[in-house]
C-alpha cells in the first residue's frame, strides 16, 4: 500500500510494523531500532540472513552519538560534510544498541539520510530507524515505491517519489586513523579524498574474507546480465534470445537486432547514469527480456559505483 500520508506511517512504526521509506539512494524497509521483533521482522521480510547487519538511520549528529562509543575524529568531519546524505559510517557500537541489529558485530553503521519526507519522519519519532534496501535478498534495490509495492505488496510505502541518487550510500570504516572504503556508493570516493586525503579500498575482499554484504551476487534481475565494454560484441555471439541492450550514451546502430534498446543519460553524465541504473533493470526484469547487455560506465566517479553493482547483477 502507497501513502504519502506521513502520519499512517508513523503509527505503523510505533506499533511496530515494517514499512518503507524514500530516501535519496534507494527506498528502505524500515522499522524502530530499538524494537526487536520488528527488527526480526525486517529480517524475514527481505530473507536476509540475520549474520548480514542493518544501517540505522537518525535524525542528527547528536542521535548517532548516542549509538557510538566513540566518534572518531576523521569520521566526524566526513559527517558534518556529507550529512544528511548518502554516507554510511561505521562505528563501534554503544551497547544500546543490539546484537540483532548489528548480526554480532561490534561497530554499527550510521547515517542521516536527505530526503526531506524521511527526514521529517525521523524528527518526529523519538527513535532511530533501521532499514537495509527494500528488496528481497540479492534482487534489484528499488528506485520507487511502486517497486517497493511489487516486492512487498502488504506494506504501508511512504512515496517520496523517485531516488535522486539511484544507488546506495558510500559505507565508509575506520581503522586506526585510516578511513577505508567498503561499498561504492551515491558519494564518489574522489570526493571523500578531498575531505580526508586518500582512503583505502577495501571493496574488492575476497569472498572468504568478505565483510557481510560484500558478497559477489547481488542485485540481480530475473534473467542473465552480461557488463561489457563491447555490447555489440557479446550480442554478436547470442542467438534466438529476447536481447536488451543498455547503452551508457548513446545507442551505437540503430538497427540492430535487439528487443529494447536504452540509454542511461544522452548527456554521458554519470550521476545521471547512477540514478537510472536500477530503474531500468526493473523495467527489462518486467519485460521478460532473455537477455541485457549492460554497456560498462567509464572507471572513474560513481561510474565505478554503477559498474560494481552491474558487476554483482552479473555474478552468478
Ligand atoms: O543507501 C543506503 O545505504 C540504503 C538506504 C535505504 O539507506 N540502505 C542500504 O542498506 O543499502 P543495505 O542493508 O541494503 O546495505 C547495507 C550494507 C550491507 O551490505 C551490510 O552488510 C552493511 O551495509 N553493513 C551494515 N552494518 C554493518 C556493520 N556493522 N559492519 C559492516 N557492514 C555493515
Ligand atoms: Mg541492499
Redesign the pocket.
Known amino acids: 500500500m502507497i501513502t504519502s500520508d506521513i502520519k499512517i506511517i508513523r503509527e505503523r512504526l510505533l506499533e511496530g510494523d515494517v514499512i518503507g521509506?524514500p530516501?535519496?539512494?534507494?527506498?528502505?524497509?524500515?522499522a524502530n531500532v530499538f524494537n526487536s521483533s520488528a527488527v526480526k521482522r525486517i529480517f524475514e521480510t527481505k530473507q536476509?540472513p540475520t549474520t548480514?547487519?542493518?544501517?540505522v538511520?537518525v535524525a542528527s549528529i547528536n542521535q548517532a552519538r548516542a549509538l557510538v562509543k566513540k566518534f572518531p575524529e576523521k569520521a566526524l568531519l566526513l559527517a558534518k560534510e556529507f550529512w544528511p546524505g548518502?554516507m554510511?559510517l561505521?562505528l563501534p557500537?554503544h551497547q544500546t544498541v543490539s546484537d540483532l541489529?548489528?548480526?554480532n558485530?561490534t561497530?554499527?553503521?550510521i547515517?542521516i539520510?536527505s530526503h526531506p519526507l524521511t527526514l521529517q519522519l525521523l524528527n518526529l519519532l523519538d527513535f532511530p530507524l533501521v532499514?537495509?534496501?527494500?528488496?528481497p535478498y540479492n534482487r534489484i534495490?528499488p528506485t520507487t515505491a511502486e517497486h517497493v509495492e511489487s516486492y512487498f505488496p502488504s506494506i504501508y510505502t511512504l512515496d517520496g517519489g523517485p531516488c535522486q541518487?539511484g544507488?546506495?550510500?558510500t559505507?565508509l570504516?575506520f581503522e586506526d586513523d585510516e578511513v577505508v572504503l567498503?561499498?561504492h556508493?551515491?558519494i564518489p570516493i574522489e570526493a571523500i579524498e578531498g575531505v580526508v586525503g586518500r582512503i583505502l579500498n577495501r571493496t574488492h575482499s575476497s569472498q572468504e574474507g568478505a565483510?557481510?554484504?560484500?558478497h559477489k551476487k547481488h542485485y540481480s534481475p530475473n534473467c542473465d546480465l552480461i557488463v561489457t565494454y563491447e555490447p555489440l560484441f557479446m550480442l554478436s555471439a547470442v542467438k534466438n534470445k529476447r536481447v536488451a541492450i543498455v547503452w551508457f550514451q548513446t545507442i551505437q546502430i540503430e538497427s540492430i537486432d535487439v528487443e529494447v534498446n536504452k540509454v542511461l543519460s544522452p548527456s554521458g553524465d554519470l550521476a545521471e547514469a547512477a540514478q537510472h541504473i536500477f530503474s531500468v533493470l526493473h523495467e527489462l526484469d518486467q519485460m521478460g527480456i532473455d537477455m541485457i547487455i549492460v554497456e560498462r560506465l567509464p572507471a572513474h566517479g560513481l561510474g565505478l559505483t554503477v559498474n560494481d553493482r552491474l558487476d554483482r547483477a552479473a555474478a552468478k
Request: proline letters at 10%; glycine letters at 8%.
Open positions: 521509506l530516501t535519496e539512494t534507494v527506498y528502505g524497509l524500515a536476509r548480514n547487519p542493518l544501517i538511520h548518502p554510511t561505521i557500537k541489529v548489528t548480526a558485530h561497530r554499527v553503521a547515517r539520510p532499514a537495509p534496501s527494500a528488496n534495490s541518487s544507488v546506495e550510500s559505507i570504516g567498503l561499498r556508493g551515491a565483510l557481510p554484504g560484500q
